[in-house]
């Protein structure tokens, strides 16, 4: 009835139709993120969705049509290149998954995951020790560590994916820049491809131990990544970060 109805405000910047070419999605969303990082900015940018919805392709698109990920770079060099002559940059990347709560280093994964660890250091920054650095100049080192990386991801055959990602990929980027020889600072970006939600009946996971734990291991940290970012915008004392090692490293 009308008297049981209660109105709903929500948020949203833009709603994008099925035909919504890779491009208009970068162009309408990430272009203010690649000037922010490059003034000494941290940032996040993470694609989420049920499995098989087309997140890695959002991020990683194809050769002949990129994803947000290859467009980013193009983006962040040209801006570095317009850049005044006194100003210098160092672009560093790290590239891991986080699989059944456990860190694998994507560019290198003969590493053993006990010497990857979730560190602290004295002035509060998180970070994970242990994980191979790439330092990159351009377009086509970005490709080459993005093609190691991705090789080494886990993925599965699920009845809703035949190549459904089990784990969560973060490229973690780090940009030193130093202006006219004087001022230097840092800043971090998150690129996260998580793995899809998916409930065990529609996607079959539940049909070995193996793949119920999998499954069992992306919800729950999804879940804690939907806590922490309520409990952000609701301005909450206490945010649980610690939940799952995916909340932890972002």
């Known amino acids: 009835s009308i008297e049981n109805e209660r109105s709903c405000k929500f948020n949203f910047d833009h709603i994008f139709a099925n035909n919504t070419s890779q491009s208009d999605l970068f162009n309408l969303t990430i272009p203010s993120i690649s000037k922010a990082v490059l003034q000494g900015y941290n940032a996040s940018i993470m694609c989420y969705g049920q499995t098989g919805s087309g997140k890695t392709h959002t991020m990683m698109g194809s050769e002949s049509d990129p994803g947000i ?147 069992i291991g992306i919800n729950s940290s999804l879940s804690a990544l939907g806590n922490v970012i309520n409990q952000l915008s609701e301005g909450k004392s206490h945010i649980s970060y610690r939940d799952s090692k995916l909340t932890r490293v972002l």
Not at 106 to 130: H, K, M
């Open 69 to 215: 990920i290859p467009r980013l770079f193009t983006t962040i060099f040209e801006e570095i290149d317009e850049s005044p002559d006194t100003n210098q940059y160092t672009i560093a990347l790290s590239y891991f998954e986080i699989y059944n709560d456990v860190i694998n280093d994507l560019l290198n994964p003969n590493n053993d995951a006990n010497q990857v660890y979730i560190r602290e250091s004295t002035d509060d920054i998180v970070y994970v020790e242990g994980l191979d650095k790439f330092y990159v100049a351009d377009n086509t080192d970005i490709i080459q560590v993005l093609k190691i990386g991705n090789s080494n991801r886990t993925i599965a055959e699920t009845k809703m994916n035949i190549s459904s990602s089990r784990s969560h990929s973060i490229l973690r980027v780090e940009i030193n820049i130093n202006e006219n020889n004087k001022e230097t600072y840092t800043s971090t970006l998150f690129l996260v491809d998580l793995a899809g939600s998916e409930r065990l009946n529609k996607s079959g996971t539940n049909s070995s131990q193996v793949s119920l734990k999998e499954t």
